[in-house]
């Protein structure tokens, strides 16, 4: 059994070392243990507890027979509908920081570097939250990350406009990038941030992003997460956020697009009197599967957690929602709360829920709910009785029931967008 | 608040630790096909019974120990060092309870049982028919002629191999195969002895039904098997509950419970469990693997499973429920009580086959001292189970900051008429509630008593009367002095 999982890593790695940069930017140590760890582990199949719903090994398997890793250079104009007006709009293109693509930072108090900026430096903040000996697609990309954009904002800087990162991959066949970022908010600064990704190529990728995010003391930042990959692209993004006290992060995470789309999203709250809020919003149709994973890791006393999922499941489709409340022994105080709504539109669709508490102190305040269900009927014949046909009276629930999750995007033009997105999608 | 009370409490010693001496009649230690094969034929059993014992030994041979994915640490098992039959040397056919070693009924005394009551009693409504298992082999069935006047088999599973081939050839392994899981494969290959149940059609059974396991020699494993068969239109009521003596090495218990309720049948199942938990220092106590599952079988059956459960140092038990026929329901009922260094991990299944079916999950949980205490539940909704309505409610309540409390319950629909609802939350008893108590003179001791009791009401209150008395006191004791 392992022998065959570790099977599947190695023909990955075997396909995409040849044209894969040097990873000179994480602790050699790292790098070492990431291809021990995939060689031992391999990826995960649905026999591991994780993955128990997202078979990995099994869709690479099937998705694809081999990483070409052959990718075009994209034009400003084919991604200048995905910038944002009113945001400072950084490129990120095939794994690697693209300036040429990107805006020019003309506020002060960020710094932006790409990755290889920290090129045998001992003290390397990359991969310096996410080890490892974690999980498969983390020691992927420690082991092949690409050159990826670390964006630093300096002390008490209150940044007055948004920044985008737009991930953009474009392949001509089969490839697998590995995207990568590093946010770090100095003391007291504060930060809004969109991570938009999309896919423009013809060809199926295999995206493993992963981003660090430290939030140092009475930090806050504010994260949108827009998924709009397309039926070729299969990704894995892990995002591990690292809270110091008195700080703020607060992500939504919404989800448009992707054959297989899994979302690592991990919260650890290292500092007293941290908040963290994870929101998130899926539609899916045809044979998609989202699955999102949450953890939130409460290490100290006083903190404070949220979360709110929500998802719309059609055709043959698959949601997936796992979310974890962890309350370490010493963690007194924490209110950790955490909710999951899914509606389930066809019969053929899946609707996977695993919401779990792992709590190990007293004096908490933990919750979580979930339920599944399919549009309320005495809703639809309210509507339908005042004349509003059924397909409309559909639409407007699901709407309502989406608009919670949507409501929580502070860019109006962004929020503009994905309220049309979704309409031309029901 | 005081940690006084609680360290008084972890203090506390197993109130129903004692051993009876009694001889008995015990095969060396090992297992291997001879064993299974010598255990058969002591229990003279037919040829099919034998085969399927062999069969069940070979896939378990076979089997890898399970990875311990459940939320539950314990030493690696050694197998070859259990027992696999122990059995009271008593007369063979027992008619009276006059006959019944006295040192035996001595222990059911001390655990309130009180065989001679029963006795005394015969003939009164509301009684309880108790088919005695001690250690391996059932002793004593009480009641059994009352309830052969409606048609209702009440014995011994040893017994029913013998008189009724046909219903154990039937329904043995329905719900339960032999290959189900590793411990499940182990009880029928070595199963001792345990209890059979049927309830013809029409007959509600007009008492309730009771068995008390009880592990008394040392060393010895226990594998019983209880299996029940509600026909059509027929209703029961079953109890289960167990004590067993303070023993200093870990004994294994894994036995196996399979309910069939047959078109328009009810069958309550409760339990009362509170096998030694091992000392304070989690030294000794029980390792409780069970198997239990239920089949709806045909339309508007119902199958309810209520537990207490305050023992057992590693418990391990999912009582599930399979819907298959439409309109029935599955219900479950669990208070979990954990302390010291014991460990629970606990919650049900319910599968969703047929249309329109129910089933409601209420665990209540708690955990004191250094234990850890888990609810893992499954709601599974299969493609065209129509309108199938699901709740779960699942609290945990902890008592001092060295203990656990996590809920883990995975959620599968795939029926998009389904309603499913789950909530979980976790807390300790409240300042404001014990301030509320104590300032109407109630004292810590007994608000906290008050406060646990009135949190376990919703699953205490669907327990028969005789048993809920029991289960409170249990509860009671389990606690003592424990203040979160």
């Known amino acids: ?426 | 608040m005081s940690n006084d009370i609680l360290e008084e409490h972890i203090q506390g010693d197993y109130k129903y630790g004692f051993t009876t001496n009694i001889e008995t009649d015990t095969f060396a230690k090992g297992l291997n096909e001879d064993v299974v094969r010598a255990l058969s034929k002591k229990k003279n059993e037919p040829e099919w019974l034998l085969e399927y014992r062999l069969k069940a030994f070979r896939f378990w041979k076979n089997l890898p120990e399970p990875e311990q994915w459940a939320h539950i640490t314990y030493p690696k098992i050694n197998f070859q060092d259990i027992s696999y039959y122990s059995a009271p040397k008593v007369k063979p056919e027992i008619k009276s309870l006059d006959e019944v070693d006295p040192e035996l009924l001595k222990t059911f005394e001390k655990l309130g049982i009180s065989l001679e009551e029963q006795k005394r009693l015969t003939g009164v409504q509301s009684n309880i028919a108790v088919d005695a298992v001690f250690d391996s082999v059932s002793v004593k069935t009480t009641f059994r002629e009352t309830l052969a006047e409606k048609g209702v088999i009440f014995c011994s599973f040893s017994e029913a191999v013998q008189e009724h081939p046909e219903l154990i050839k039937k329904y043995m392994s329905m719900v339960v195969p032999a290959t189900d899981n590793y411990y499940a494969a182990l009880n029928s290959a070595v199963f001792s002895d345990g209890s059979f149940c049927y309830i013809p059609k029409g007959v509600r059974c007009p008492m309730e039904l009771s068995t008390y396991f009880r592990i008394n020699a040392s060393g010895t494993g226990q594998f019983e098997r209880t299996l029940i068969v509600a026909d059509e239109d027929s209703y029961v009521s079953y109890l289960e509950g167990c004590t067993a003596p303070q023993r200093d090495e870990n004994q294994l218990h894994a036995a196996v419970v399979e309910i069939i309720a047959h078109k328009g049948a009810e069958v309550k199942y409760s339990t009362v469990q509170n096998w030694y938990p091992g000392d304070k220092d989690g030294k000794g106590g029980i390792y409780n693997f069970v198997t239990k599952r239920g089949i709806c079988l045909e339309e508007n059956s119902k199958i309810s499973w209520t537990q207490v459960e305050t023992g057992s140092a590693i418990t391990w038990k999912y009582p599930s429920v399979i819907l298959k026929g439409d309109n029935s329901v599955g219900e479950f009922y669990s208070v979990a009580v954990t302390n010291n260094k014991q460990e629970a991990d606990t919650g049900t299944k319910m599968i969703h086959i047929g249309k329109n079916t129910r089933s409601t999950i209420i665990s209540k949980g708690i955990s004191a001292g250094f234990s850890n205490n888990s609810y893992r539940g499954l709601v599974q909704i299969r493609k065209g189970a129509k309108n199938a309505r699901n709740f779960s409610q699942c609290d945990s309540l902890l008592m001092g900051d060295k203990c656990g409390a996590h809920t883990f319950p995975y959620i599968e629909i795939k029926d998009k008429s389904a309603i499913v609802e789950h909530e979980a939350t976790t807390s300790k008893i409240g300042e404001d509630q014990l301030f509320y108590c104590k300032q109407r003179g109630i004292e810590t001791e007994k608000a906290v008593a008050l406060i646990v009791n009135g949190y376990c009401k919703e699953v205490l209150n669907k327990l028969p009367m005789e048993f809920a008395v029991e289960a409170q006191k249990l509860l009671a004791v389990s606690l003592e002095g424990s203040v979160g």
């Open chain 1, 1 to 426: 059994m392992i022998a065959e999982k570790s099977q599947t890593a190695q023909k990955i790695i075997d396909s995409i070392s040849a044209s894969a940069q040097k990873v000179n930017f994480i602790s050699g140590n790292e790098v070492e243990e990431a291809f021990t760890y995939l060689e031992n582990k391999g990826i995960p199949n649905a026999k591991h507890e994780e993955y128990k719903y997202c078979n990995f090994d099994g869709i690479l398997k099937k998705e694809f027979k081999n990483f070409y890793q052959k990718f075009t250079e994209v034009a400003a104009s084919e991604i200048k509908k995905y910038k944002l007006n009113e945001a400072i709009n950084l490129v990120v293109l095939n794994g690697n920081y693209n300036e040429a693509l990107s805006d020019k930072i003309i506020v002060k108090g960020i710094t932006i570097k790409n990755l290889q900026n920290f090129s045998g430096n001992n003290l390397t903040p990359i991969a310096s939250i996410a080890k490892s000996n974690t999980d498969a697609f983390v020691a992927f990309s420690n082991a092949f990350s690409g050159n990826g954009i670390y964006l630093e904002v300096e002390n008490a800087n209150v940044i007055p406009m948004p920044v985008q990162i737009i991930y953009v991959n474009c392949a001509l066949e089969d490839s697998w990038v590995s995207p990568r970022s590093f946010v770090h908010l100095q003391k007291n600064a504060e930060l809004t941030l969109t991570e938009r990704f999309v896919n423009i190529g013809k060809a199926k990728v295999f995206s493993n992003f992963l981003s660090e995010k430290l939030i140092e003391e009475n930090a806050k930042l504010i994260s949108y997460t827009i998924q709009q990959e397309g039926s070729l692209t299969y990704s894995v993004n892990t995002n591990q956020v690292h809270l110091k006290s008195n700080s703020v992060y607060d992500n939504t995470t919404i989800t448009l697009s992707g054959q297989v789309v899994r979302n690592n999203h991990h919260a650890v709250l290292i500092g007293e009197n941290s908040v963290a809020h994870l929101n998130g919003l899926f539609f899916t149709g045809g044979t998609q599967l989202v699955d999102n994973h949450t953890l939130m890791d409460h290490q100290v006393p006083n903190c404070e957690s949220n979360e709110l999922y929500k998802g719309v499941v059609n055709d043959k489709s698959t949601g997936v929602f796992n979310g974890k409340i962890f309350v370490r022994k010493d963690a007194q105080k924490t209110n950790a709360f955490q909710s999951s709504k899914n509606i389930l539109l066809s019969d053929d669709g899946a609707i996977n829920a695993k919401p779990q508490l792992e709590i190990y102190a007293n004096d908490v305040k933990c919750s979580h709910g979930t339920s599944t269900g399919k549009i309320d009927d005495a809703a639809l014949f309210y509507l339908k009785a005042r004349g509003i046909g059924d397909a409309s009276a559909k639409k407007l629930l699901l709407r309502a029931f989406a608009n919670e999750v949507i409501d929580k995007i502070e860019i109006e033009s962004l929020k503009e967008e994905i309220e049309t997105e979704l309409n031309t999608s029901f």
